[in-house]
């Protein structure tokens, strides 16, 4: 089987390593709460069983301990003025999160979670790239029903499904298909709302355009109970219409990865 993608999912883990959770102030009780609402709970089960053209590239520890989806450097990301940058210093509510840290910690934690996880998602996607002379990552996430404090979107009507774009790296034909066959299915669908952006590895950003990529946000209103972190009776129909779109999604791709018809 040719591989053509890349599923990406960053934040799908809710592990805690020992030696980070000592540098986190809340309590267990709070610290479990802050793990339901910020984890893309299920997103690697909802992407990965339509995934026979794809690599699959998962980030192995929870976002509360570094998120591998931010800038390096807080300078460049947005987020990082709401406390939210590549490591969080405060909670979705707004809280204090952990400890100060100094800079010897910061460099521990960039070495040890954010570099391997990019240098691998930057390996499988140049591999990719050499053998077939184009690579799609998509990117995989999910999102609450309602917005959370931190949110830059705070707006309470939410889609089923967002799309995240970026104008260099989307293609038109690969954002009309993707949205028209989760419509197809029934869902409703927004393009950068609530949520914006597509991510590449940083040596392709904005230089190679063979190498495109998508954002695909699902609502968790879809599939599982928000307040327990149970799946709903639904689930498995979910899932199967999710790997439906991503497996005709790649099939184009590798097809001929331009517009339809």
């Not at 192995?60 to 210093?89: C, H, K, N």
């Not at 889609?159 to 954002?175: E, I, K, N, Q, S």
Request: overall charge negative; some cysteine.
């Amino acid at each position: 089987m040719n591989i053509i993608a890349v599923l990406h999912i960053p934040h799908s883990s809710d592990y805690i390593p020992a030696e980070e959770r000592e540098n986190i102030l809340l309590s267990d009780e709070l610290l479990a709460s802050e793990v339901l609402k910020m984890t893309d709970w299920y997103a690697d089960e909802l992407f990965t069983s339509g995934s026979r053209k794809c690599e699959v590239v998962r980030y192995p520890v929870s976002r509360l301990v570094l998120d591998p989806e931010r800038f390096e450097d807080d300078a460049w990301e947005i987020m990082a003025s709401r406390g939210m940058g590549v490591i969080y210093t405060k909670t979705s509510e707004g809280e204090t999160l952990r400890h100060v840290m100094d800079s010897a910690m910061r460099k521990r934690m960039l070495e040890k979670y954010y570099a391997p996880h990019h240098a691998h998602l930057s390996q499988v996607v140049s591999s990719i790239l050499s053998k077939n002379g184009k690579a799609l990552v998509i990117d995989c996430h999910s999102f609450p029903s309602s917005p959370l404090p931190y949110e830059i979107d705070q707006c309470k009507n939410r889609p089923d499904v967002c799309f995240g774009t970026d104008p260099y790296h989307t293609p038109v034909w690969l954002r009309e298909f993707t949205k028209a066959d989760f419509i197809k299915q029934g869902f409703s669908v927004n393009i950068n709302r609530p949520f914006s952006g597509a991510l590449v590895p940083v040596e392709y950003f904005q230089k190679e355009p063979a190498v495109s990529g998508i954002m695909i946000e699902i609502n968790r209103r879809l599939y599982m109970d928000e307040r327990t972190g149970k799946r709903l009776s639904d689930f498995e129909n979910v899932k199967r219409t999710i790997s439906g779109v991503v497996s005709e999604l790649t099939k184009h791709y590798g097809n001929c990865g331009g517009p339809i018809g």
